[in-house]
Structures are given as C-alpha cells and as structure tokens.
C-alpha cells in the first residue's frame, strides 16, 4: 500500500494516525510520503506485525533528520496509545534505503 500525505502538522502525528489505519486494515508493509508544503518531503516505510510497528523515515534535510529522531519518543507513545509497540525507528538520507527493500512488500 502506498500513500501520499499533505502535512500541517508534525510528520509523527500523520505517521500514527496512518498506522492505526492499517492496522485495523490488517495491512503488513506500506509506504507512505508525508509531503510538508514548501519542505522536502519524508517518505516511510512501515512493517506491521501483529502489534509491532516498525517505521523508517527517509529525507535529504538534515535538519529533519534532527527532528524526526528527536520525535520518535514520541510516536512511541502515540502507537502505544494506539495498542502498537513500535519495536524500531530509523531515520536516513533519502538515498540511504535499508537492504533487501524491494523484498519489504512480499
């Protein structure tokens, strides 16, 4: 599944939003690009199994890099409120992608 999200607001709160969607979707891997106006967009990538979410955030602005790793304490708490353990966060240059991801949708 994939996603393309006008953010306001932060990017985690449109990421734990997006994220209970899928889960009461049952949806197990998606992408999704939060699409900040006049920012370089954040893509993510989210593994779903059961109530272990895994969220990978990728963009080229270091300084949203900053931001992003400083929030996921706070998506933490947010996917918990949801019923999710976030069992891992990454955050990396867009060109950075984590190995075997054109595996990730299987």
Same mark, same amino acid.
């Given at each position: 599944? %994939? *996603?393309? #999200?006008?953010?306001?607001?932060?990017?985690?709160?449109?990421?734990?939003? /997006?994220?209970?969607?899928?889960?009461? /979707?049952?949806?197990? %891997?998606?992408?999704?690009?939060?699409?900040?106006?006049?920012?370089?967009?954040?893509?993510?990538? #989210?593994?779903? *199994?059961?109530? /272990?979410?895994?969220?990978?955030? !990728?963009?080229?602005?270091?300084?949203? !890099?900053?931001?992003?790793? !400083?929030?996921?304490?706070?998506?933490?708490?947010?996917? /918990?409120?949801?019923?999710?353990?976030?069992?891992?966060?990454?955050? *990396?240059?867009?060109?950075?992608? !984590? %190995?075997?991801?054109?595996?990730?949708?299987?």
């Amino acid at each position: 599944i %994939s *996603a393309t #999200i006008a953010v306001d607001a932060v990017p985690e709160t449109a990421v734990a939003t /997006q994220v209970a969607v899928w889960v009461s /979707q049952h949806v197990q %891997s998606a992408e999704l690009k939060l699409d900040a106006q006049g920012g370089d967009p954040v893509e993510v990538s #989210i593994s779903l *199994a059961g109530n /272990q979410a895994t969220v990978e955030f !990728r963009c080229d602005t270091p300084e949203t !890099r900053e931001v992003l790793n !400083r929030a996921a304490d706070q998506l933490h708490a947010m996917l /918990q409120s949801e019923g999710l353990v976030l069992s891992g966060v990454s955050v *990396a240059a867009s060109n950075q992608r !984590r %190995s075997g991801e054109a595996d990730a949708s299987q």
